[in-house]
């Protein structure tokens, strides 16, 4: 028989029976709209997340120290970066444009009558801003003259601002950070959250004045200020593995460590979307199997359906069966009906899948990106399950005797 | 009627040779046909009748090409179709042979026209196109007089217009034979009537009819009476008064 008149039997059969193709289709309406949609969350979720670490500042290498080797009261001369370290990398390595180091602490903040325990506190340096990609709002950043002098003066986040002070200016007014009163001096644009870190929510000073009001130790006197992490930033045209090398050399050597065991981290920005990217994809993962799994069910769904179809319209295959129709038109007949529905189905679910991918953009905070072939993988995965589980049902028609079927009630 | 179809007027359309029918295997064996021979010439109207049980229901089966015999021959129209294969089969129902069914069989929620078109859709010589198909369609249903019901669905029609689409149904592809198993046995009886009035009428066309029949004032419209019990043909007779 023609493809054309195939098609015509089937789709005549299905729209005689509307509500019940429609709730065929359901499923495999809602697997393939799963499947875009999932996928669209996590694809969403990993350009987010590269986005962020690219804003963190470009062309970066951060040190961290190696906790798991020495730590503090380790070997003595080990387990951790002192303040000092970011002044031999920035003159003792070619290829560096800016260093900048932090320190971090935590105290309450105080203003007039509000009071916020527990805000981060972090101690900083001059190039900040520019490696971090942090912009001013009011007043000024502070310069190096007074990181040197230890001058008590602050630069707020831009939610911290607004909770302490409210309408006024803050720039000008006093807070009260542990014991230690400090002069506003700016207020930093919003940033948002950057991996887990709320930018808005912090107190940057400088990082002089962290060590000595916050971080005090036996420590410190002998060996330098404990930091927490380096940023380097490279000039644009280099190669970031010989300044990394040059790094590992410099810190081994200050040291005393072996570049076997450094008591030293060196990351770039690669490394961290690297990481990332690694969470993400079994993420992702999870998200495809549970697709996958609905899609599933929908032609499960679909093989349920078709077989009691087949049982209901047993009279209406015998009537076809004497006027001609053969096994083979039979089978057709019903593999088509399956496929017809699951190839609209797929495609209602395409239309729905794309436009709740986009809802879920549009209203929540998530960020979603349809990808196109994921698309393409549920629709031809629809076509699939129809032409699978279409199958079994269609040839059971097909076996049907004539006498039997037309005898059926 | 043809000059052509005068000429081969007293062929036998329909020849069986022996036929037999087994159901079951070994003690629970029932022998549904017991050794039929049998001919019925073109434009024959032959009743078929018997109590049940009697095997006339196995014998349309099997005339009507939706069963084979166990053993036996069965000729139609020059054609030998007793052990054809499911597919042959069909197409000989498809092109030869037009049911007419007591509970009429049409499909549920399809238009009349369409109910009429549906031998056509499985029609193997030539395919016609859509016009085609809807204007033999609209002959066969204005050849049953129902013109003016073409886009009724059945459960809109009265028993005897259902039972004229089904007639209508089985003329459309020109058959050779028309099988009727009981067609005025859910009508009542002024419908009965007007069906039975409507396949006198295609006899006297040139149609070659055999139906199966209980009632004894349904069988007088046919030419020839054959009574079956237990499997093989009782008697055989010719309705004296029904038809010249």
Redesign the interface.
Same mark, same amino acid.
């Given at each position: 028989m023609k493809l054309e008149k195939i098609i015509k039997i089937a789709s005549q059969g299905l729209v005689r029976n509307k509500l019940r193709s429609l709730l065929t289709m359901l499923g495999v309406i809602i697997g393939v709209s799963a499947v875009i949609i999932m996928i669209a969350i996590s694809a969403g979720t990993e350009a987010m997340i590269s986005d962020q670490i690219t804003s963190l500042g470009t062309n970066l290498v951060f040190v961290q120290a190696n906790f798991s080797r020495g730590g503090f009261g380790g070997e003595a001369n080990s387990g951790g970066l002192v303040y000092d370290d970011a002044f031999a990398i920035a003159d003792g390595v070619s290829g560096v444009q800016a260093v900048v180091v932090e320190q971090q602490s935590s105290e309450t903040v105080k203003a007039g009558n509000i009071s916020l325990d527990s805000i981060s506190i972090l101690g900083t340096t001059e190039g900040f801003p520019s490696v971090r990609d942090m912009e001013i709002a009011e007043g000024r950043y502070f310069n190096q003259a007074e990181i040197d002098r230890n001058q008590k003066v602050v630069v707020l986040g831009s939610s911290l601002a607004e909770e302490l002070f409210e309408d006024q200016p803050p720039v000008g007014q006093t807070v009260t950070i542990g014991t230690t009163k400090f002069t506003v001096i700016g207020v930093f644009e919003e940033k948002g959250l950057v991996g887990e870190v709320d930018y808005d929510a912090r107190v940057y000073m400088p990082i002089t004045v962290v060590f000595q009001k916050y971080t005090p130790s036996q420590f410190a006197r002998i060996m330098g200020d404990r930091v927490r992490l380096i940023y380097v930033e490279l000039e644009p045209d280099v190669v970031q593995g010989d300044v990394i090398l040059q790094i590992e050399l410099l810190l081994a050597k200050l040291h005393d460590v072996s570049l076997e065991e450094p008591d030293f981290i060196i990351t770039t920005q690669q490394d961290l979307i690297n990481t990332q990217e690694a969470t993400t994809e079994a993420f992702r993962n999870l998200l495809a199997w549970v697709a996958a799994v609905s899609l599933l069910v929908g032609g499960i769904g679909i093989m349920n359906i078709m077989m009691v179809s087949v049982t209901e319209r047993t009279r209406e295959i015998g009537i076809r069966q004497s006027v001609g129709a053969s096994p083979n038109d039979i089978r057709w007949q019903f593999l088509t009906e399956a496929l017809l529905l699951s190839l609209v189905g797929g495609l209602i679910g395409v239309i729905t899948g794309v436009g709740g991918s986009w809802l879920f953009g549009a209203l929540g905070e998530m960020r979603t990106v349809v990808v196109p072939s994921s698309i393409m993988l549920a629709f031809s995965s629809a076509a699939a399950v129809g032409i699978f589980f279409g199958y079994y049902p269609a040839d059971k028609a097909a076996q049907l005797d004539p006498i039997e079927a037309l005898r059926h009630e | 009627m043809t000059v052509e179809q005068e000429n081969i007027m007293d062929q036998p359309i329909i020849k069986t040779k022996e036929l037999t029918k087994i159901y079951g295997m070994g003690d629970a064996q029932v022998r549904a046909l017991d050794g039929v021979s049998l001919e019925i010439k073109e434009n024959e109207f032959v009743a078929i009748m018997g109590p049940s049980g009697s095997g006339k229901s196995t014998m349309m $089966?099997i005339l009507?090409c @939706? +069963?084979r015999p166990t053993s036996g021959q069965y000729v139609l129209a020059e054609q030998d179709v007793s052990y054809l294969d499911?597919?042959q089969l069909?197409?000989i129902? $498809?092109?030869r042979i037009g /049911?007419v /069914?007591q509970s009429y $069989?049409? @499909?549920? =929620?399809?238009p009349a026209l369409?109910n009429v078109m549906?031998?056509l @859709?499985?029609?193997r010589n030539g +395919?016609l196109n859509e016009y085609e198909q809807h204007e033999k369609a609209l002959n066969a249903l204005k050849a049953v007089g129902l013109a003016d019901r073409i886009h009724h669905q059945p459960q809109e029609l009265s028993g005897g217009q259902a039972q004229r689409v089904a007639i209508a =149904?089985a003329l459309v $592809?020109n058959p050779v034979l028309i099988l009727a198993d009981e067609p005025t046995g859910n009508l009542d009886s002024k419908s009965g009537e007007e069906i039975m009035a409507l396949l006198t009428e295609l006899h006297q066309q040139g149609s070659t009819i055999v139906m199966v029949t209980h009632e004894d004032e349904i069988a007088e419209f046919a030419q020839r009476v054959i009574r079956f019990l237990d499997g093989r043909i009782d008697t055989d007779k010719l309705n004296g008064n029904s038809y010249q």
């Open positions: - | $089966n009507g @939706l +069963d499911k597919v069909a197409i129902r $498809n092109q /049911f /069914f $069989n049409l @499909l549920p =929620r399809t369409e549906l031998p @859709l499985y029609s +395919d =149904r $592809n």
